[in-house]
C-alpha cells in the first residue's frame, strides 16, 4: 500500500441504506463520513467500494500479499473492532509490511468511521456472526493448544495475532517449536520468522546452530529435516564445555571482535555486535539469530534503535569542522550528515537540491566517501577537496558545479577522506549517497527533496 493515497472525487456511487441498521453499533451518519474518509485514504489500495484487488490471494514477485478486500469477502470479519482500529492507526511499515499507519492523519473518531464504512458493506448473516463472535469474547479462529517439554500450554492463537494484525493478514502458518526454548518458527509469504514473549516479539532472523554449523532457517525454507548431530571438533569441544555466551560465535566468525552480550526484553536472549551485524544469542551460546528483534506490541524495530545508538556515537567521532557544512536559513531544525564521492552521479542530483534542504531549515554536512576506496574515480578530487579552507565551496567545485581550481591534495586534511571511508563502512555505507539523521536513521540513496524534507523533520 502507498503511504501517500490520491483523492477520489468523482465517480462514487451513491451508498444505500445499511441493511439490518438498527442491530449495528453504527449509524447512516458515521457511514457517510466513513465513506468521504475511506475514498481519500484507503480507496486507492482497498478499491472505491472496499472490493480490493482481484488476485489478493497471491503473494508478488517479493512474497508480499496485495491489500485485501474489505467488504466481507475476505478476513476483516475475523478482526475485533479494536484490533481492527488499531491496524489502521499503526499500519505495518514498522516490520516490513506494506500497509501505512494513520494515526497522524486520522482521529479515532474518524477511524471509528472509516470501519463503519467498510463494515456497512458486510451483509447481515456476517456482521452477526462477527458481532456475536466478538461480543461473547469468542476466541480467535485456529486457535489451538499445545503443550511444551515442560507441559506449560501455550497458546498459539495469541502468539501470532499481534503479527496478524502488524501484517494486516490472517496469512500466517501455525508456529512450531524450535530447539529454542520458547521460540516458535512461522511462515507468511516468503518470509520466515520466530516469535517470542507469547507472539509480542519477532525475530526478522536467521536461526542458525553454531554447533553444528547448520542455519536452520534455510533447512525449513528448502524443507530439509534437523540433520543428526555431528561429531564436534576439539576445539568447538572447548569452546562448549566453557559455555561462553560469545564463544561459539567468535569462533565461527573467526574473529574476536564481538561486543559484549547485553539482555533482550526477550528471557534468555543477548544482544551482540561485530562489525555492522546485530546478532542474538541464546544464553548457552549455541544457537544465534542474526537479523531484526522487533516488538509487536509497541510496533518497535528494537535492533534499528540500537543500530541508531551506535550511529550517534560513531558520527560524533568526526568533528564537525571537519565536514563540509551547508547552513540552514533561517531557524536551524534539523541536521543531515551525507556520506558523499564527487564521481557519484545521484550524488549530484542531491547536491543540487541541498539548497531546498537550507531554505526547509535542514543543515547539510558532508563527509568524503569514496566508493570503492583508493580506487575510486573520485578519491583524489575528494582529497583537494579536503584540503581546501572553504571545504563547501571546494565541494561545489569538486562535483563540477562551479568553476575554480582545487589545490593538491596532499595536506594532512587529506587523511580525513581515508577516516570517513573507513567510518562509513563501520556505519553499513555500502554506496553514496547515504544519509543519516540526527536520530540516528540511515536513509539510503538519493530521494528527491520533496520527500526528503518531510522525512527528515519527522522525529
Known sequence: M???????????????????AESRWYDQSAVDNGRSLFQQNCASCHGQNAEATTNWKQTDPDGNYPPPPLNGTAHAWHHSKDLLKETIL?????????????????????????????????PDELYQKWDGRFQAGESLPNQQIIKTAESTPVDLGK?????????NSDNVTNPVKTPVE??????????????????????????????????????AKRKIKAPADKPLSAEVVTIVENRKITGLLKLRIGSNAVSKPVKTPVEGIYQTRFGINYAYLTENGRYVFMGNLIDLERGLNLTDIAKRVVVNR??????????????????????????????????????????????AGISVQYLPFPDGGQSS????????VWCSEDKAKALTIGKGLEEGTLPAGNCLDANLVDESYALGKNLGVMGTPAIFKQNGEHIKGYVPYQELIPRVLKN
Open 2 to 20: 502507498k503511504t501517500l493515497y490520491r483523492i477520489l472525487s468523482t465517480g462514487l456511487l451513491a451508498l444505500p441504506s445499511i441493511s439490518g
Open 90 to 122: 499503526e499500519g505495518g511499515t514498522k516490520i516490513g509490511g506494506l500497509m501505512p499507519g494513520f494515526s497522524g492523519q486520522l482521529s479515532s473518531a474518524e477511524v471509528d468511521a472509516v470501519i463503519a464504512y467498510f463494515q456497512s458493506k458486510w
Open 159 to 167: 502468539i501470532t495475532k499481534l503479527l496478524k494484525m502488524r501484517l
Open 182 to 219: 520458547g521460540i516458535y518458527l512461522t511462515q507468511f509469504g516468503k518470509n520466515y520468522a520466530y516469535l517470542a514473549g507469547e507472539g509480542r516479539y519477532l525475530f526478522m532472523a536467521d536461526l542458525i546452530d553454531l554447533e553444528q554449523e547448520q542455519n536452520l532457517t534455510n533447512n
Open 314 to 359: 560513531e558520527m560524533n567521532q568526526f568533528a564537525t569542522q571537519d565536514k563540509a557544512i551547508f547552513p540552514a536559513k533561517g531557524e536551524e531544525k534539523a541536521v543531515i550528515n551525507v556520506f558523499t564521492d564527487t564521481s557519484c552521479i545521484t550524488c549530484k542530483k542531491l547536491f543540487v537540491e541541498v539548497p531546498k534542504l537550507q531554505e
Open 377 to 384: 574515480p573520485g578519491y583524489q578530487t575528494l582529497k583537494q
